[in-house]
């Protein structure tokens, strides 16, 4: 009992609150730098694939990004490519799901994984030249490369993971 009253009297001396909390902006074009690490092959194996989507704030000054930002694809031809996010079982229509403030020099992260491999009848591949992430108003385009495979008459699809910071802001 006692250590919890000095826990809540610690807790409510602090003059901020944590980051996460706090009001942030938006973070801007030039404060983020988006990139794709595939781990080494950690998310490839048995006609599947995947990487680390990493959203790094390159500013001075902390901000906020959606925590499921929007991602689309384009071919070589700049062509967009019919690749469509699923939605995270349970979560239709699912919870608000906060915004993620990144410190600056700090990261924020989300898992990306799809069917790779033709294993579906109907030979139906699409393969990627281009990423598009949309956060908030600001268009993000990085080189991306990666085959998305489907079943015949349908779209690819991937999953996403909400964006995580690594550390505790």
Known sequence: MIVSLAIAALAASSSL?????RVLPACGTSQVSIT??????HFSGMSH???LM??????????RVPALPELR????????LSIVRQVPKGMHPGPVILPVGIAPGAEATAELRW?????????HCVTTAT???QIGTDTYKQAFSGQFCSAANTPATFTQTW??????L
């Open 131 to 133: 990423a598009i992430v």
């Open 17 to 21: 609150p944590p980051l996460s909390t």
């Open 36 to 41: 794709f690490d595939g781990e080494n092959g």
């Open 54 to 63: 990493v959203v790094r704030n390159i500013g001075v000054d902390a901000c």
């Open 73 to 80: 694809f384009e071919d070589a031809a700049h062509r967009a």
């Open 115 to 123: 069917v790779s491999g033709d294993v579906y009848d109907g030979h």
């Open 163 to 168: 964006l995580k910071t690594d550390a505790h």
């Open 49 to 51: 694939a995947g990487t």
